[in-house]
């Protein structure tokens, strides 16, 4: 698909684009010398590997391998063609060029399906929005919304909208653009009642909240209850909120309600609030707080939880104050806590209470205020709510609150906050905190002997994390000394002229071992004697449609030599190459055979080869000696 994009256009938009700006819309970078790390977000991990290179335009992990451009990364996490990366790139940063999209014959057919679903839920949120703020149908609703506080600003930035209880106008609509009923059904908007061939809205009479994925489309509903209509089913309106069912487009536990319009102020502050309700969220951005989400539900996920580890390192937890936000709180810092990544506080409410009441109630300045200041860590949660758990007039419930707090305290870091909450304790108990401290000393011994032993007994296995198929993160080959000169010749051919004129005196017929260095040597042979010049490397991935040959290119961009290339170092990396590689891939040979004779216990073959081992690995060693 290049070639639909002139070189010139390429190369205004490179020009004009700072991968850094880019890829931090997607990824929370820190600086650290001359790159940026962050969070891989092609595969979980746990400490970052991820890193981006402002001078070089390129991006790679040192975990799973990913490496490209900003082309290629665009393309990689959203899973869109190349002429639609440079598209989305033009528009990221800026840069005012005209690209035209592939035809429709180019698409992929799940795409396509994807496309037109997208077109029609954006096509609906625009018909409820319009229900809502210009009809007399949606004046109930309208009013109902002002009168909890909504300005009409807030109702456009979300498009809130209302359904009427016309439940075949949306249909008819939507009908009238040529969208055909088979796409309709599987959008998951509208169901048919039974023994009537006819379809009707599911969120007939309720307020609309649209559900936007990651780049801001349309791929769901929510819809809130109003009122019951008398002309409908006494059973239809039971549920306060209804959302879509999982569609091609929409999967309840990969999403999270605002996260589309909040991601740059989360990242910006690197911190995220997490909302139980999409009110608490559109009346919380309304008071002036931007950075908050809410999950499908009380109950976050995984799949929610390594999305916000990309982008924050602080969590607040804003949950309701009644019971189920209680039990919905624990079980989030449960599934947040599992790798120590988020530094988490919870925002406590008054039971019964929710975000969007406080904020009718106190005035949105009262509560940017609260939710600034007013924090709990887990700790202090953990306790309040053992205490609605356990009646500590007994002296039963006394220890076991005291035990379980205590073991609590053994996975804090902090010895500050340790001693603190251990003086509480004493405080509020009347016991010593010496008494206090030999008790907590004995669970942390406890708990050092139980992993002990379990790493003795019971090895863990080596996590297998998956983006997507071609993301998987494996256990990294050895690299060879030959390989390992290989990728060093291509990194000075990449900078240094003079090498390919050192490189034809030394060996005009040379040759990589590796088919995958060779085709990349071929390729920018082809690219270097085309642009008259060595270097872009970022406008060379361009030209590469094998990922893997990307993610080696990238990789290889990564290397620290020094500034200065010598004709002898060339010779030396030949040498190297010409020499080793066949003594190397001869003792893997001999290692593997080896192996293979100890399994059948074949005494007589195993000393054989051991001595021929010993020999190869002697020649080896006298090749690294050598004058070369």
């Known amino acids: 698909m290049a070639e639909r994009i002139s070189e010139e256009k390429l190369i205004k938009i ?3 684009t700072n991968i850094v700006d880019v890829v931090s819309q997607y990824v929370q970078l820190k600086k650290r010398g001359k790159n940026y790390f962050g969070y891989c977000p092609f595969h979980d991990e746990k400490t970052p590997s991820f890193s981006v290179a402002e001078e070089k335009q390129i991006f790679h992990c040192f975990s799973c391998g990913r490496g490209g451009n900003v082309f ?19 528009q990221l940063s800026h840069v005012d060029v005209d690209i035209s999209l592939p035809d429709e014959n180019y698409s992929n057919p799940i795409q396509s399906k994807k496309d037109k679903l997208v077109q029609i839920y954006e096509e609906a949120a625009s018909f409820y929005h319009q229900i809502l703020l ?29 359904s009427p209880s016309n439940r075949t106008a949306l249909y008819q609509m939507l009908k009238a653009k040529h969208f055909d009923d088979e796409l309709l059904q599987e959008s998951g908007i509208f169901s048919e009642r039974r023994g009537q061939n006819e379809m009707f809205d599911r969120f007939s009479s ?24 008398p002309d409908t089913d006494s059973d239809y309106h039971e549920a306060k909120y209804l959302n879509s069912p999982e569609t091609l487009l929409f999967n309840k536990r990969d999403f999270l309600f605002n996260f589309d319009k909040s991601r740059s102020e989360i990242r910006k502050s690197s911190e995220v609030i997490l909302f139980e309700g999409y009110m608490d969220v559109v009346s919380a951005w309304q008071a002036g707080v931007r950075n908050g989400v809410a999950s499908m539900g009380t109950s976050l996920t995984e799949e929610q939880n390594r999305m916000l580890t990309k982008v924050a390192d602080n969590i607040v937890i804003a949950y309701d104050g009644d019971r189920a936000g209680i039990e919905a709180t624990k079980r989030a810092i449960e599934i947040l806590d599992k790798n120590k990544h988020f530094d988490i506080s919870i925002f406590p409410l008054e039971a019964g209470m929710d975000p969007d009441e406080f904020i009718q109630q106190k005035g949105a300045k009262a509560f940017c205020e609260a939710i600034k200041n007013n924090r709990e860590t887990s700790i202090q949660f953990f306790s309040r709510y053992l205490k609605t758990q356990l009646n500590l007039d007994t002296e039963k419930n006394r220890i076991t609150y005291i035990e379980t707090i205590l073991k609590a305290l053994v996975s804090l870091d902090s010895l500050i906050e340790r001693e603190l909450y251990l003086k509480e304790l004493s405080d509020e108990f009347g016991i010593p905190v010496d008494s206090l401290q030999k008790q907590l000393k004995g669970y942390q011994q406890q708990l050092i002997s139980e992993r002990t032993g379990q790493r003795q007994s019971n090895p863990a296995p080596i996590s297998h994390y998956k983006a997507n198929p071609d993301a998987a993160v494996t256990k990294k080959r050895k690299i060879t000394q030959a390989e390992q000169s290989e990728k060093q010749l291509l990194y000075r051919l990449f900078h240094f002229e003079e090498v390919w004129s050192y490189l034809r005196e030394i060996d005009d017929q040379f040759h990589f071992i590796h088919d995958d260095y060779q085709t990349i040597y071929i390729l920018y042979e082809e690219f270097y004697q085309r642009t008259g010049q060595v270097g872009n490397i970022d406008q060379f991935l361009d030209r590469i449609n094998n990922p893997a040959l990307q993610n080696v290119i990238a990789e290889i961009e990564w290397f620290q030599l020094d500034s200065e290339v010598t004709y002898q170092e060339i010779e030396d990396l030949v040498h190297i190459i010409r020499d080793k590689s066949s003594l190397e891939d001869l003792l893997g040979k001999k290692q593997q055979e080896m192996k293979e004779a100890r399994r059948l216990k074949d005494s007589e073959q195993a000393k054989s080869l051991m001595l021929e081992i010993v020999s190869i690995s002697r020649q080896l060693k006298a090749t690294r000696n050598s004058p070369h």
């Open 134 to 162: 210009n009809t007399v149908t949606g004046q109930e609703a309208l009013d109902y919304m002002m009168q909890r506080g909504f300005s009409l600003e807030t109702l456009k930035e979300f498009q809130i909208g209302f």
């Open 206 to 229: 309720r307020i609309i909240f649209p559900l936007r994925n990651p780049k801001g489309k349309t791929i769901a509903f929510s819809g809130r209850i109003l009122q019951a209509s």
């Open 72 to 90: 290629t990364f665009l393309m990689d996490i959203e899973g869109i063609s190349f002429v639609e990366a440079v598209q989305k790139t033009a």
């Open 14 to 16: 490179r020009t004009e």
